[in-house]
C-alpha cells in the first residue's frame, strides 16, 4: 500500500505524476548556472524567471507588463496596500469575507490605522459554513474603498460568484482585488472575464508550485498611480542603476518588486506550471471524484461542508466530522494507512487532483469507517 499513497491535499500542495524528477532537473539546472565561475548568472535566471512570469500571464489572461512575482500572498497584498494613492482607503471601509485567508485578515486588520480605514469583515451566518456572497452584497456599499474576494475559500470550498461581485464593485466605485490561492489551477479564471483591478496568489495547491513562488497583477492603468513603499533596486526599470539621486518607478509591474527577487521558488515552479499549461481535462477529472466523494460522504452519513452546487464551488470536498470524533488521531490513523487528508477543526479537508484515483476514495471511506 505505501507504493500507492492517496493524496487529498491539493488545497495544500499539489503533485503531479513526475513533479520530484521534473523539479530536481530545473533546481539542479540552476544551480550549475548559479554555480558557474562566469558573469551570466543574472540574465540566464532572469530568462527563466520571465518564463515563470510568461506561463502566469497566460494562465489567467493578464496583460504584458500588467504581472511580477511576490514572495507570497501577504507579502504581495502589502505592496499593494502601501503604494495605493492616499485617498483609496483613508476614511473609508475595506472589506473582506470571515472566510478569507487567515494571513490577509491579520494584515489588512494591522494595516487600518496606519492607513486610515476600517475594516469590515463580513460574518458566516449561524449554521452556514461560507460567507454567502449576498451578504458581502449587502455590506458593500460606496463607503468601501477597496474589496478583497477569496475566489475559493480554504475551509469550504465555497466558490465566490466573481462576475456578480465585480459587477456589483464597479458600480460602488470600490477597488477590487482578487485572492486566487486556492481556486486557481482547477478552477478556470480569466481576467478578460473577471476583470478585477488586482489579483493575488501562490503557485502552490492545485498548480503544484514549489513555496516562494506568488504573484501580483494589476490593472495597467492603475500601475501608474501606485507607487510601492516596499521598494529598492529591483522596483527601477533598470536594477543596476545604482544612482541615489535618480530612483524612479518601473513604468510596470516591476515597481511592486524591491529587493532581490525570489528567482529559485520561480525556477522550481516553471515544470509545473509547464505540466498544468498541457492539461486539458484536470476539472473533469476533479468533478468525476469529488462526485464519489459525495456519494460516499452520504452513505457514511457525513454532512457536506461544502456547496452541493458544482458552480459554487472549487476543487475540494469538505466534510463535518462528528463531534466525538478526534481530528488529529483521524488524520494519523489515515497517514498510518498512506491516505493523506487533513482537518481544520472538525472539518476534514478532501482534494483529489492529478494523482488521485476512485479508487483511493473507497480506500479513504472504508479507513473512515471505524474511526467515526
Known amino acids: ?6 493524496y487529498f491535499l491539493y488545497h495544500s500542495i499539489g503533485l ?17 548556472i548559479w554555480g558557474a565561475m562566469d558573469d551570466a548568472q543574472w540574465p540566464q535566471v532572469l530568462e527563466r524567471r520571465g518564463e515563470f512570469l510568461d506561463l502566469w500571464r497566460a494562465l489567467i489572461d493578464a496583460p504584458e507588463g500588467s504581472l511580477t512575482s511576490a514572495e507570497n500572498v501577504t507579502t504581495a497584498l502589502f505592496s499593494i496596500l502601501g503604494g495605493l494613492p492616499e485617498q483609496t482607503l483613508k476614511e473609508k471601509k475595506v472589506l473582506i469575507a470571515a472566510d478569507c ?7 489588512l486588520s494591522g494595516m487600518q ?38 475566489f475559493v475559500t480554504s475551509t469550504s470550498s465555497h466558490r465566490c460568484d466573481l462576475e456578480t461581485l465585480i459587477a456589483h464593485g464597479r458600480r460602488m ?21 473577471a476583470p478585477a483591478d488586482f489579483v493575488i496568489s501562490t503557485s502552490l495547491k492545485w498548480l503544484c508550485g514549489t513555496p516562494g513562488a506568488g504573484i501580483i497583477q494589476m490593472r495597467p492603468d492603475l500601475i501608474e498611480v501606485v507607487r510601492p513603499e516596499l521598494r529598492g533596486w529591483f522596483s527601477q526599470d533598470d536594477p543596476f542603476s545604482w544612482d541615489l539621486d535618480a530612483f524612479e518607478y518601473a513604468p510596470d509591474a516591476r515597481r511592486f518588486e524591491h529587493g532581490t527577487p525570489s528567482v529559485l521558488a520561480c525556477v522550481g515552479s516553471i515544470p509545473a506550471l509547464r505540466w498544468q499549461a498541457a492539461q486539458s481535462d484536470l476539472l473533469n477529472h476533479n468533478r468525476a471524484l469529488t462526485a464519489k466523494i459525495i456519494e460516499a460522504a452520504e452513505e457514511a452519513t457525513l454532512p457536506l461542508a461544502t456547496p452541493t ?17 478526534d481530528p488529529v488521531h483521524l488524520v494519523n490513523q489515515l497517514r498510518d494507512q498512506h491516505i493523506h487528508v487533513d482537518c481544520r477543526g472538525r472539518i476534514l479537508r478532501l482534494s483529489p487532483g492529478a494523482v488521485t484515483r476512485a479508487d483511493h476514495i473507497t480506500r479513504l471511506f472504508e479507513a473512515l469507517k471505524p474511526l467515526i
Open 113 to 150: 490605522e496606519r492607513l486610515g480605514y476600517t475594516l469590515h469583515t463580513v460574518p458566516v451566518r449561524q449554521g452556514d459554513h461560507w460567507v454567502r456572497d449576498e451578504d458581502m452584497i449587502a455590506a458593500w456599499d460606496e463607503e468601501v474603498g477597496l474589496a478583497l474576494l477569496t
Open 173 to 193: 466605485n470600490s477597488l477590487i482585488g482578487v485572492d486566487l490561492t486556492q481556486g486557481i489551477g482547477i478552477i478556470p479564471f480569466s481576467l478578460k472575464e
Open 101 to 107: 485567508f487567515p494571513s490577509l485578515h491579520f494584515l
Open 16 to 32: 503531479y505524476p513526475g513533479k520530484a524528477r521534473d523539479m530536481a532537473a530545473a533546481l539542479s539546472e540552476f544551480s550549475h
Open 1 to 6: 500500500m505505501s507504493d500507492d499513497p492517496a
Open 309 to 325: 452546487e458544482e458552480t459554487m464551488r472549487g476543487g475540494s470536498i469538505m466534510l463535518e466530522l462528528p463531534a466525538a470524533t
